[in-house]
């Protein structure tokens, strides 16, 4: 998600901030902005730049504009967001990041009371229980919905007077404010910054709520039970290296991350190898604690969007046979290294073992800078059902000859709070949500908790 107020080239800024959020979603992609007098919006499936050229943008006149680039989630372009509803009353737009986890229920329940839904996404429910809540300032409005939600959101709402954000009460996914000439703007990661010469001001709290009109920013607050629980993913997997979250650099947290797992294990190698884009920074760090040199053992086919994102198994796993190939010249005769940041079904390792030592490695050991999955998410990210996690239901040496490698190590779930580096002062393990390594979830789960992403 990005959003921007008070800027004159409103759009242009939301093209270039989304461009820059692209890894985190590619199935769809929707920009809508106000020129303070009405909201106009375009949304389709695809990347940004299948969705958008220059006459596209410049149909989009604003001051002011939010935008989201969707991963995995329902089909279907009703649910590409941000969602728009025109109304005589005031129009708005909203997108929303994460996964309410009592949305089945809240929608219902409004179903019982006569509303009728448009999309299958959480993110209308939003919108219903806005639109009907009795209040009459809109901010009143958004936080007696946001009281009624549960679950993972930051969340962004346009009207043609103003931008709201906010973040759920235990912050689980990363949201911030930047500042670029008189405009803020706000972003899912602070790499969108970089891009369009905008400021990083501050990350948005735990139950914060923050308007921005043409007075300013007004900074306050839905709830007070707020806690750290940032998504421990965001840092090993999702986030891009460039970005910061709770002022830690992505690319330095993941080298760490490596750095841990070289003292941990305990295999001997000649090479070290990441897997091209999300493990090379660990894949560095292991080697230069381990000492051993690190090689580009694979290479990576950037014409190929995120394997894991493709929406079935099959797809998934042409996906990456058609994205990496290995470097024959470096691994043959050879023993590897092959560092991967997380093992969720076991398709990528079991794949590139195979490639690595059809291309002539003699060993290849397998070491992956997270945990065990054991838990499926329920706050937005696709670390798939309880079924298709492989360390939910096999044991280390089942995994490890499954994947057909010579070794398997994972690191410590304490080595991963110790790499990332986060204050003990953030709260329960350091303020980050660890509940697909652990079964510890920071907010309550029902039965009919949605997973949100289709199989
Ligand atoms: P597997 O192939 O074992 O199912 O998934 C692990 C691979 O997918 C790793 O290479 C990792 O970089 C990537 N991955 C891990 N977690 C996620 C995730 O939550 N979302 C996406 N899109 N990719 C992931
Ligand atoms: Fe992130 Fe895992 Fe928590 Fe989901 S369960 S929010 S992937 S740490
Ligand atoms: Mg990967």
Redesign the pocket.
């Known amino acids: 998600m990005f959003g921007i107020w008070g800027h004159p080239d409103a759009t242009r800024m939301t093209y270039y901030g989304l461009h820059s959020l692209q890894h985190r979603g590619q199935e769809g992609v929707g920009i809508v902005t106000t020129d303070g007098e009405r909201l106009q919006g375009i949304k389709g499936e695809g990347l940004l730049n299948e969705v958008f050229d220059e006459k596209k943008l410049d149909s989009l006149k604003g001051i002011g504009a939010i935008g989201h680039v969707r991963y995995g989630g329902k089909k279907g372009i009703e649910n590409i967001q941000p969602l728009l509803f025109h109304s005589s009353s005031g129009s708005l737009a909203l997108a929303q990041n994460g996964n309410l986890i009592n949305a089945n229920d809240l929608k219902h329940q409004l179903e019982m009371q006569g509303s009728i839904f448009q999309t299958n996404t959480d993110t209308e429910v939003l919108a219903h229980l806005i639109k009907r809540s009795g209040y009459l300032a809109q901010e009143d409005k958004v936080k007696n919905a946001l009281s009624m939600v549960k679950g ?1 959101y930051s969340f962004m709402m346009l009207t043609e007077k103003e931008l709201i954000i906010a973040q759920d009460p235990n912050g ?2 990363p949201l911030s404010i930047g500042k670029v000439g008189d405009a803020y703007c706000v972003a899912a990661e602070t790499c969108a910054y970089d891009l369009i010469g905008a400021e990083y001001i501050r990350d948005v709290e735990p139950g914060e709520l923050i308007i921005i009109d043409r007075d300013g920013i007004h900074e306050e607050r839905f709830s007070l039970s707020a806690t750290h ?1 940032m ?4 840092y090993v997997y ?1 986030s891009r290296p460039d970005s910061d979250i709770g002022g830690i650099n992505i690319h330095t947290a993941r080298k760490n991350l490596g750095k841990q797992l070289a003292l941990e294990v305990n295999v001997q190698g000649d090479v070290v190898t990441g897997v091209p884009d999300s493990s090379i920074s660990a894949a560095i760090g292991f080697a230069e604690t381990a000492g051993i040199p690190y090689e580009l053992g694979l290479i990576k086919n950037r014409y190929v969007g995120r394997t894991f994102i493709k929406p079935t198994q099959e797809l998934r796993e042409q996906g990456v046979k058609m994205k990496l190939s290995p470097v024959r010249k470096v691994v043959e005769g050879k023993r590897v290294i092959m560092v991967d940041d997380s093992i969720v079904r076991g398709t990528t390792s079991k794949r590139i073992v195979r490639m690595l030592k059809q291309a002539g490695a003699k060993e290849v050991h397998v070491c992956i800078s997270s945990p065990p ?1 054991t ?7 696709d ?1 798939s059902t309880h079924e298709e996690l492989i360390a939910a239901n096999h044991s280390m040496e089942e995994i490890r000859e499954i994947i057909e490698a010579d070794s398997l190590t994972f690191l410590s779930v304490e080595g991963m709070l110790k790499a990332i580096g986060r204050s003990e002062n953030m709260g329960k393990n350091c303020g ?6 652990t079964g510890e ?2 907010t309550e789960i029902y039965p009919d908790t949605p997973l949100p992403y289709e199989k």
Not at 432 to 437: E, N
């Open positions: 993972a689980l996914r629980a998504c421990t993913m965001e999702f999955m838990n499926p998410c329920f706050y937005g990210i670390v980050q949500c660890m509940a697909c390594f979830y920071p």
